[in-house]
């Protein structure tokens, strides 16, 4: 893939199309006699970097330069600003986020659909699969015995033989 050296430019020893694209984005005249190549080149590149140097300065210059190449600019501050209440705005998401899950673990563990025990193990695998949302909302209430079950004789504890107690 290497080309030989151009005869465009032979002190730059480059590849013959680079040498022709290099001379083409300086904006130097393709039929320049080979001996005059290196001089305009400097020129070339003297005449860009004054003319950067002189829009440096010149914030809608630059503004119309990115904008050509589908960019925007915005000052440094106002991007300090933004990112910070972008954080912000991340830790209050992931607050809310957990205030929520709190709210739905206490809400399983108080209707007995999961016992208390269990409610960090819940945590994370909600944290790291929301769709078990579905599987913790599926499991029946009580199913962590919080009622009563079976038969109650309403007793008075009166009636208990003393040994009972």
Avoid: C, Y
């Avoid at 080309?3 to 480059?14: M, Q, R, S």
């Avoid at 000052?75 to 899950?101: C, I, M, N, P, Y």
């Amino acid at each position: 893939m290497t080309d030989k050296p151009t005869t465009i430019v032979p002190e730059l020893l480059l590849p013959t199309e680079q040498a022709t694209e290099l001379v083409t984005l300086l904006g130097i005249d393709p039929a320049t006699p080979p001996a005059d190549l290196p001089a305009a080149i400097v020129d070339a590149v003297r005449a860009l970097a004054e003319s950067e140097a002189g829009q440096a300065g010149n914030a809608e210059a630059v503004a119309a330069s990115a904008r050509r190449v589908g960019l925007e600019t915005i000052d440094k501050g106002v991007l300090a600003s933004l990112r910070a209440d972008a954080a912000d705005a991340e830790k209050l998401r992931a607050a809310a986020a957990e205030k929520e899950l709190d709210e739905v673990l206490a809400s399983a563990v108080g209707r007995g659909k999961i016992a208390s025990s269990r409610r960090e193990h819940w945590r994370t695998m909600l944290r790291r699969d929301p769709a078990a949302l579905a599987d913790l909302q599926s499991i029946p209430d009580n199913t962590i015995p919080l009622k009563a079950l079976g038969h109650d004789t309403n007793a008075d504890v009166a009636d208990e033989p003393k040994w009972f107690r």
